[in-house]
Each structure stands twice: as structure tokens, then as C-alpha cells.
């Protein structure tokens, strides 16, 4: 247990559906992440999120769109997805500002786009 | 390009200390060493990080060479939970720059 809650743990969605990830941390951080994770890839920084306000977009296509309405909480919605979508996506969270400090990664959604 | 390089694959055997290397040999003076691990199916998890001196904590050791070029994650008394990938990882420590690079990471496999 990191702190760091992600829901649903697993996904199953068609092209057209739209759906949305949630992620919550009950750490206090003011940083919050999210990552994607393919099959037999590295981890891919999508967006950050420093004191609620978008600091990164790691040229992710609009089918993903993040929203952090507060410190603790963030979501990633999902439309139109693409079956090549299919992977983990994984919630982080760090103190703020410096990047010294240590990311939590939460459990993970598993995607499957159909 | 790839900051760091670490060997695909190790195993080790339960009980004994586990050895993980990581070159870094173009890392800048401000970037620290970080390793996370991720156990299967799970999220990475936080081990250690360092400037430029060892550092121990209650999960491993880290131990940088003098000229900072390359690391070694030593975990002292390998069990089967510790079986997983490790990553090594150099960044910055800058104000709101929070990209974190992995790579492929090393997988460990500690064996009975």
C-alpha cells in the first residue's frame, strides 16, 4: 500500500466508449502523474501535474485528456480510443516542487480497448 | 538516448546479497542516482537514491563510484518477493521538472 488508489484496476472498453480513470492520493504530494505502460516497453511519461496546474504533455494524442481538480485526486478520460491504447496506466504522486523527490505509483489500471 | 544501461537480465540466489549495476557514465553534476523496482503486474516502487555519496536504507544500498559514471544497487539478503525489475535512473533536481525516464531496467530473478 503507497497511498497512491487507482480505480477501476481493470478496464475493457470499445473504440467509441468513453471512460474515465481515477487516481487519489492520501500523501499530502502536490505533484501527481500519469504513465503509461505497454507491452514490453518502458514506462512513458504522459502528463504532470504540479499544484493542480499542467506543467507537462508529453505530446499524448487528445483521445487522453487529464483532469486534477484538487491536490489529491486526478483522472485521465478516455474517448475514442485505439486497440494499440491497450496497456497499464499507472497514477503517480511526488512532493512539489523539486524533482528530487521520490515518486508513488499506485496499482494500476489495466486497458483493454476492443 | 538512453542515460543509463544496465544488463537486460540476473539472477541470484535467496539469501545472498543481490548486486544490480548501472552505468551512467554521461551523468551531469547535478543529476542524482534513483532506483525503483517493479514487481510484476504492480506499480514501480521507490528504493534509493543518491548524489554522490553511498547511501543505505532499510530496503538496499546504493553505492556510487567516485566519478559518478556508474552505481550498484546491492539488496543484502535477496528473497523470492524481491524478484522483479529494477530501474536505474539519473535526474536533475530542478524546480517543476518532473520528467522520470525509465528505461528496460534489469530483471532480477531470485531463485530458491
Known amino acids: 500500500e503507497t497511498g497512491v488508489t487507482q480505480t477501476p484496476r481493470h478496464l475493457v472498453m470499445g473504440m467509441t466508449n468513453k471512460k474515465s480513470l481515477k487516481c487519489e492520493q492520501h500523501l499530502g504530494h502536490n505533484a501527481m502523474y500519469w504513465y503509461k505502460q505497454s507491452a514490453k516497453k518502458p514506462l512513458e511519461l504522459m502528463f504532470v501535474y504540479n499544484f493542480k496546474e499542467q506543467t507537462e504533455n508529453n505530446s499524448v494524442p487528445s483521445r487522453f485528456s487529464p483532469e486534477c481538480p484538487n491536490s489529491s485526486h486526478l483522472f485521465l478520460h478516455l474517448h475514442t480510443l485505439q486497440p494499440e491504447d491497450s496497456a497499464l496506466y499507472l497514477c503517480a504522486s511526488s512532493q512539489a516542487p523539486l524533482s528530487s523527490y521520490e515518486q508513488y505509483f499506485g496499482p494500476g489500471t489495466r486497458l483493454t480497448v476492443t | 538516448d538512453a542515460k543509463t544501461t544496465q544488463p537486460t537480465s540476473m539472477d541470484c540466489a535467496e539469501g545472498r546479497a543481490a548486486n544490480l549495476p548501472c552505468n551512467h557514465s554521461t551523468i551531469s553534476g547535478n543529476e542524482y542516482v534513483y532506483w525503483y523496482r517493479q514487481i510484476h503486474s504492480q506499480g514501480p516502487q521507490y528504493i534509493i537514491h543518491g548524489l554522490k555519496n553511498n547511501e543505505t536504507n532499510e530496503m538496499a544500498s546504493l553505492i556510487i563510484t567516485e566519478d559518478r559514471k556508474s552505481s550498484t544497487l546491492i539488496l543484502p539478503h535477496a528473497t523470492l518477493r524481491d524478484t522483479a525489475v529494477y530501474y536505474c535512473?539519473?535526474?536533475?533536481?530542478?524546480?517543476?521538472?518532473?520528467?522520470?525516464?525509465f528505461g528496460a531496467g534489469t530483471r532480477l530473478t531470485v531463485k530458491p
Open positions: 535512473i539519473v535526474r536533475p533536481q530542478t524546480y517543476n521538472n518532473n520528467d522520470m525516464r
